[in-house]
């Protein structure tokens, strides 16, 4: 059962549009959840979180959201740039557990 | 300021070897330290985590151990490799339940 579910294997936008990445996840006891960014034969680098009291958080270029009644939340990137070319994670954690579940990632390509 | 190190970069060993990779952090004390597996087009599995020198906690049960003998290193291990085995190992490290977590640059083992 996968608990973190990125649906959407691949995702392509034009260089300063909108990207939307969308993740849900299965576990109510999930309180704290975080976007990660990789390059392919790298680690992946964190990118932005956000506590289940919340429902938003900015920084710069990215914003997360997050609906807890729907289990859903997304990372918006705006204007994407075709540096953002990568595959994001999104990563859920039960922080009385201390451990993070991930999904399976998406591929943006940003075309300039 | 924190780093963390993981090697070796690549690593293609026979079917029936043993296998050790080492991770090590600097700059930081009793930090939370994990083991990741990435199969191709995958996420990132959790196989074992550390909250503390010599407590492991095992997620997947399999062909492969971890041991914390100091601080500040993580050992994975195996008696005898698995083609199975074959992925991309990352080790990570948080200093919180409630911090992101910082990745090594992984380690691409290939069994053979």
């Known amino acids: 059962d996968q608990q973190v579910k990125q649906n959407s294997p691949s995702l392509s936008v034009q260089e300063g549009r909108i990207s939307i990445l969308n993740c849900d996840y299965t576990n109510s006891m999930f309180d704290y959840f975080l976007w990660y960014k990789k390059y392919p034969a790298e680690g992946p680098t964190f990118l932005i979180s956000i506590s289940s009291i919340k429902d938003k958080n900015e920084d710069g270029r990215f914003t997360v959201f997050l609906n807890k009644s729907a289990k859903h939340l997304s990372l918006h990137i705006v204007p994407s740039q075709p540096g953002d070319s990568a595959v994001y994670f999104c990563a859920a954690r039960n922080t009385n557990a201390g451990k993070s579940t991930f999904g399976d990632g998406t591929t943006l390509t940003v075309k300039p | 300021s924190q780093t963390i190190h993981q090697w070796p970069a690549t690593l293609v060993q026979p079917v029936g070897s043993p296998l050790s990779l080492e991770c090590t952090v600097e700059?930081?004390?009793?930090?939370?330290l994990y083991w990741y597996r990435q199969a191709a087009g995958r996420g990132l599995q959790l196989l074992f985590y550390s909250v503390g020198i010599g407590q492991i906690s095992s997620e997947v049960p399999q062909n492969l151990s971890a041991s914390r003998p100091q601080d500040r290193q993580f050992i994975l291990s195996s008696k005898k490799l698995l083609l199975s085995d074959s992925g991309f190992y990352l080790c990570?490290?948080?200093?919180?339940?409630?911090?992101?977590?910082?990745f090594g640059q992984g380690t691409r083992l290939t069994v053979v």
């Open positions: 700059g930081t004390s009793n930090p939370n």
């Open positions: 990570a490290w948080t200093p919180s339940r409630f911090a992101e977590a910082f």
